[in-house]
């Protein structure tokens, strides 16, 4: 089957039901099982694995010492606290630790696409999108879920509202990362290898996150909220946890899923760009 | 072989090197460009601290000004840093550890000239960068004679940081992954260390644990210097750096001399 025959048919592979009972339950079937395998893979080396995952923990913890010394000279930071700040830290590096967990490849994509990697899963019968992100576990980034889980049981509203509120914050900061991350990765479609300058973006994303939006003024906030989509993800201690700003959820919400519409369109319109390089690799 | 042949050794490689980390300029360049970003975010965060503070014009002895140049040096130096773990490391792993040590040339010396000549590229074309920025945004540092002592400090400052690394880095010759030890170092660099703000804006208990460590010799030294000049602290400054470069070194020298004895070469 060639590229564009199998990327005309990616209506085939959306997640609906329609003349395909059990679809849906045989796609979250595969997704489970893929993590299980992955994280199988991970616990294989269990001292390394305790190791990496530990090292990450580590160095957020640093960040947190950091705004724990800032904090303790300036008690307040244009209305942002200490509280509020950890939230943050925990909002940010919840977010990434599962996308890096359960969609390790997202930030991977324009490498296995420069590279010819794509044709071991433009050959298998799963969606193509999906199965490139779920391939992969950053072993790492699950010291950043433990992080974030650490900091919200220490500092973090505890009741089931709460609770709710932190889930939905993780998992909208999460979207935003994957879908982002799978944007920019999707310009080696048509640039060719832009791995560098993917990383670049994406490390952009990631460090306005970890800083409260309330230090950036007029341009450095339009940027934060209409260039970078990080002022979606750093505003949420304020705007959900704190206390809900309706305005503001329902943009992070569209947001997110504006960027999960475009990221997959992108891709599937890359996708007929793309041209094997007949490079021979196996699924490791 | 004389002193001076084997001084002229090193300098090819350190000459080789250059010419190397040169021909990639552009690459380099655009890498750096975090640089920019980190800077801009400091600089919001300061401002946004000043103003909170009353628009004070000091804060713990230091203007906004020269808390924004000191930020530009300590982040100038910390990306200049070649990552001397990941090298050995590989060299370890892949087995070309064992050419490197059989060839005429001390194994920690070969390292320290190709490390060096690395840095001081890479911190020139930061300082351009950094510098280009803060003179656009910040407006000039407030010059003293301690930019002019900023060089020499400032290669101080990367010589403790190699030879620190280097002890990290030398546990590779018993355990192999050293990356994850290195990642954690850099982190108590960037906090205790001094990057992120000077050690003066700790608190008390804090700031004298600090200055027993040999990370303030890396970062807050140089920068200090530079934005905060005190000629009657200048000698005791540079001192505290020679001081823990011959300490640490003595400590390298032990470790390489152990290790070199432990290590199983793995192919070639």
Same mark, same amino acid.
Not at chain 1, 266 to 283: A, D, E, I, P
Not at chain 2, 103 to 122: D, G, K
Not at chain 2, 170 to 195: D, H, P, Q, S
């Given at each position: 089957m060639s590229t564009e025959d199998r990327t005309n048919s990616a209506s085939y592979y959306s997640i609906t039901e329609h003349d395909q009972p059990g679809k849906l339950r045989r796609q979250l079937s595969f997704v489970l099982r893929s993590w299980t395998l992955n994280l199988a893979g991970a616990m294989e080396f269990r001292l390394s694995f305790l190791l990496t995952a530990g090292m990450m923990m580590i160095n957020n913890i640093v960040w947190i010492v950091f705004w724990g010394l800032y904090f303790n000279r300036f008690q307040v930071l244009n209305g942002w606290e200490l509280h509020d700040v950890m939230m943050l830290w925990a909002v940010s590096a919840g977010g990434f630790g599962l996308m890096a967990t359960f969609f390790g490849n997202a930030s991977r994509i324009a490498n296995i696409i420069a590279t010819g990697q794509l044709d071991v899963y433009l050959a298998q019968p799963k969606p193509v999108l999906l199965h490139v992100l779920i391939s992969r576990m950053s072993v790492s980034a699950i010291g950043d879920v433990l992080f974030a889980l650490l900091v919200f049981a220490i500092f973090g509203d505890k009741s089931a509202a709460g609770i709710a509120k932190f889930g939905l914050a993780m998992a909208i900061a999460a979207v935003i990362f994957i879908f982002f991350s799978v944007i920019v990765n999707c310009l080696a479609f048509w640039v060719g290898n832009t791995e560098g300058l993917s990383i670049q973006l994406f490390n952009a994303l990631l460090t306005f996150t970890t800083y409260p939006t309330s230090i950036f003024k007029s341009w450095g906030k339009l940027v934060l909220f209409a260039v970078i989509p990080a002022g979606f993800i750093s505003y949420l201690p304020i705007g959900l946890l704190r206390e809900i700003n309706l305005p503001f959820l329902i943009g992070a919400l569209a947001v997110s899923a504006l960027f999960v519409a475009c990221g997959t369109l992108?891709?599937?319109?890359?996708?007929?760009?793309?041209?094997?390089?007949?490079?021979?690799?196996?699924?490791r | 072989m004389t002193t001076l042949g084997k001084m002229a050794k090193y300098a090819f490689i350190g000459k080789i090197t250059l010419r190397n980390q040169l021909a990639y300029i552009i690459d380099f360049l655009i890498r750096s460009l975090f640089l920019l970003l980190i800077l801009y975010i400091f600089l919001q965060l300061w401002q946004a601290t000043f103003h909170g503070e009353g628009d004070a014009s000091l804060i713990a002895g230091y203007s906004f000004n020269q808390i924004m140049w000191y930020l530009v040096i300590t982040e100038a130096i910390t990306l200049a840093c070649p990552s001397l773990c990941t090298r050995i490391e590989e060299e370890v792993k892949n087995?070309?550890?064992? $050419?490197?040590?059989?060839?005429?040339?001390?194994?920690?010396?070969?390292? $320290?000239?190709? $490390?060096?000549?690395?840095?001081?590229?890479?911190?020139?074309?930061?300082?351009?960068?950094?510098?280009?920025?803060?003179?656009?945004?910040?407006?000039?540092?407030?010059?003293?004679?301690?930019?002019?002592?900023?060089?020499?400090?400032?290669?101080f400052g990367l010589t403790v940081n190699f030879?620190?690394?280097?002890?990290?880095?030398?546990?590779?010759?018993?355990?192999?992954?050293?990356?994850?030890?290195?990642?954690?170092?850099?982190?108590?660099?960037?906090?205790?260390?001094?990057?992120?703000?000077?050690?003066?804006?700790?608190?008390?208990?804090?700031?004298?644990?600090?200055?027993?460590?040999?990370?303030?010799?890396?970062?807050?030294?140089?920068?200090?210097?530079?934005?905060a000049f005190d000629a009657s602290r200048l000698a005791g400054m540079l001192a505290v750096q020679v001081l823990w470069i011959a300490v640490i070194g003595l400590a390298v020298a032990w470790i390489y001399r152990r290790g070199v004895k432990k290590l199983n070469v793995n192919g070639g």
């Open positions: 992108l891709f599937y319109r890359g996708l007929k760009r793309y041209t094997s390089g007949n490079m021979m690799t196996l699924r | 087995g070309d550890v064992g $050419y490197r040590l059989v060839r005429p040339i001390h194994f920690v010396v070969f390292h $320290y000239v190709e $490390y060096m000549s690395e840095a001081a590229v890479r911190f020139g074309v930061n300082a351009v960068l950094g510098g280009t920025l803060g003179l656009l945004i910040i407006g000039p540092p407030e010059l003293s004679a301690g930019f002019l002592w900023l060089p020499l400090a400032a290669a030879m620190l690394n280097m002890t990290l880095a030398l546990c590779a010759f018993w355990v192999e992954e050293t990356r994850g030890i290195e990642f954690v170092y850099n982190k108590f660099l960037f906090t205790i260390g001094g990057m992120l703000m000077p050690l003066e804006l700790f608190p008390d208990a804090l700031q004298a644990v600090g200055r027993w460590l040999p990370l303030q010799a890396v970062l807050y030294i140089p920068a200090k210097t530079a934005v």
